[in-house]
């Protein structure tokens, strides 16, 4: 999985469809790794996670960015209002603290 533009058309079908995946990232990546590998969902957590490149499934971050890509370009495609208030507040604080030393 490391064309970025497959992920994004992936990301981009299951923020279309699912309400739930734009608020959270976790069931997002799940999601999306089911789309990529049917049942991933059943499989151990440890194996997915150490195995993830072997299994051709997309990074974690890759995910993350990709959706926060899309629901700039597509509003529609934002979480709700506290998750949008939650993400704020939650970069406001990354913010100060990269700014730390």
């Known amino acids: 999985m490391r064309n970025l ?5 992936k990301v981009k079908a299951i923020l ?4 739930e995946a734009r608020n959270d990232d976790m069931l997002l990546y799940l999601k ?3 789309s990529c590998l ?3 969902g059943a499989m151990p957590f440890a194996e997915v996670m150490a195995q993830y490149k072997y299994l051709g499934l997309p990074n974690f ?6 959706r926060r ?3 700039a370009k597509y509003p529609e495609l ?6 949008k208030k939650l993400r704020k ?13």
């Open 78 to 83: 934002a979480g709700n209002v506290r998750v």
């Open 16 to 19: 279309h469809k699912d309400e």
């Open 5 to 9: 533009k497959t992920i994004e058309g």
């Open 38 to 40: 049917k049942d991933t």
């Open 32 to 34: 999306v790794c089911n």
């Open 69 to 71: 890509k899309l629901q």
């Open 89 to 101: 507040t939650q970069e406001q604080a990354y913010r100060q603290y990269a700014k730390e030393e």
């Open 61 to 66: 971050e890759s995910v993350g960015r990709t």
